[in-house]
């Protein structure tokens, strides 16, 4: 599970974009937040990743995204 972010997006030239894959951009090293967090501790885990965004997960399964 990752998230890709405009700044990904950015930093691939325009004439590779046709080849450069999701996989090529995703960033996977944000934990997700679970249906259980707390407001507190997921805006915490969204600062300490960089990013205004987070999936967000019940147990195993994907189940929406946060965005700020």
Same mark, same amino acid.
């Given at each position: &599970?990752? #998230?890709?972010?405009?700044?990904? =997006? !950015?930093?691939?030239?325009?004439?590779?974009? $046709?080849?450069?894959?999701?996989? %090529?951009?995703?960033? #996977?090293?944000?934990?997700? $937040? $679970? =249906?259980?967090?707390?407001?507190?501790?997921?805006?915490? $885990?969204? !600062?300490?990743?960089? &990013? %205004?965004? *987070?999936?967000?997960?019940?147990? !195993?399964?994907?189940?929406?995204? *946060?965005?700020?």
């Amino acid at each position: &599970l990752g #998230v890709m972010t405009p700044q990904s =997006l !950015e930093n691939v030239d325009k004439g590779m974009r $046709a080849v450069t894959t999701v996989n %090529d951009t995703l960033r #996977v090293d944000v934990t997700p $937040a $679970a =249906l259980t967090w707390n407001l507190r501790k997921t805006v915490q $885990a969204m !600062e300490r990743s960089g &990013l %205004d965004r *987070i999936p967000v997960v019940d147990g !195993e399964r994907y189940v929406g995204i *946060i965005d700020m």
